[in-house]
């Protein structure tokens, strides 16, 4: 785990904010050696709300990776919030 950071920052450096975020949920299983996952694309709650939501869908033997979308000029891209892509190398 990486140590944990804190600096005061100056608010008005701020340009633009999301007050209805869109989130995905990757739920990850082992499959054959390799992962197989399941995909949803949430809306209409705040990062609590959808982390109690993947939860509560995630089934047995699965694990799940929560991601913030943001829509910027050359496409969506995702911020991770919180698990671990057993993909990622």
Do not use: K, N, Q
Not at 12 to 20: A, F, K
Request: net charge negative; proline share 4%; charged share 30%.
């Amino acid at each position: 785990m990486t140590e944990l950071r804190a600096r005061p920052v100056d608010t008005r450096d701020t340009r633009w904010e999301i007050w209805h975020p869109a989130f995905r949920v990757y739920f990850w299983r082992s499959l054959d050696g390799g992962w197989m996952s399941r995909e949803f694309e949430i809306s209409g709650g705040d990062v609590v709300a959808v982390l109690a939501w993947a939860a509560d869908h995630a089934e047995d033997g699965e694990t799940y990776t929560l991601h913030c979308v943001v829509e910027a000029p050359d496409g969506i891209g995702l911020v991770r919030l919180t698990g671990e892509d057993p993909t990622r190398t």
